[in-house]
């Protein structure tokens, strides 16, 4: 049962610390996204990949947020510095993508992240 | 840039249909409606995808009307398990999906 896995599952840490999570989408899927998930916000793209290049990072913090795929099976989010703010649930996703308009998506078990 | 409303939230009781409306008036004439179910600390879960008329599979039934600029989501006889929320999904963008914030089902005993 071909699954998304992200690492690492939760995460604490204090402001102003590096924070990488990882993601490893499923074999054979050329699209990833990244989404945060807070109560106030809902859930939000920040990046997506097609074929490792990246499309859109529109919706991610520029100056401390970086997305990444340095390979098919790896994708990273790295935040530097981390600030309370950024507390929230990072997901990641992956999908086919075959076919225009196909927006099966298949989500990890997301990265919980504190930051104090 | 096409966005969906949807209702908040909704309560149903064990065993009834759930039938959960999504508009999305400025959805461009390729794109699909996209279902998602996202249970507490949990991902969201791709339900059902449509284009047009009606599609259904082991879960849930997706009616489209023909102008679609809205869809209907159908839960048959819901049970505890279905108490999730809900996100209507349509493209912003070359296959962006914007989630909002969905619609929480309660399944009430």
């Known amino acids: 049962d071909a699954r998304v896995t992200q690492t690492p599952r939760d995460k604490v840490t204090e402001m102003g610390q590096e924070v990488t999570m990882r993601c490893q989408p499923i074999?054979?899927?050329?699209?990833v996204f990244w989404y945060r998930q807070t109560m106030m916000q809902g859930l939000e793209l920040l990046a997506y990949?097609?074929?490792?290049?990246?499309?859109?990072d529109s919706g991610m913090p520029k100056d401390r947020f970086s997305a990444e795929m340095p390979d098919a099976t790896l994708a990273t989010l790295k935040i530097q510095p981390s600030e309370p703010r950024d507390s929230a649930v990072y997901f990641c996703?992956?999908?086919?993508?075959?076919?225009?308009?196909?927006?099966?998506?298949?989500f990890g078990p997301g990265t919980r992240l504190t930051v104090l | 840039l096409a966005k969906t409303t949807q209702p908040i939230s909704m309560d149903s009781y064990e065993g009834q249909e759930v039938n959960i409306t999504c508009s999305h008036n400025?959805?461009?004439?390729?794109?699909?409606i996209t279902w998602y179910q996202q249970f507490p600390s949990q991902g969201p879960r791709f339900i059902i995808q449509?284009?047009?008329t009606k599609v259904t599979n082991e879960v849930a039934s997706l009616f489209i009307p023909a102008d679609r600029k809205s869809s209907t989501l159908s839960l048959p006889r819901v049970s505890l398990s279905d108490t999730a929320v809900y996100y209507c999904?349509?493209?912003?963008?070359?296959?962006?999906?914007?989630f909002g914030t969905g619609t929480r089902l309660t399944v009430i005993p």
């Open positions: 074999l054979g899927h050329n699209t």
């Open positions: 990949f097609r074929n490792r290049a990246p499309l859109d």
């Open positions: 449509g284009y047009k």
């Open positions: 996703a992956s999908g086919q993508q075959a076919v225009k308009g196909d927006n099966e998506q298949f």
């Open positions: 400025n959805i461009a004439t390729n794109d699909y």
């Open positions: 999904l349509v493209p912003t963008g070359a296959n962006n999906l914007f």
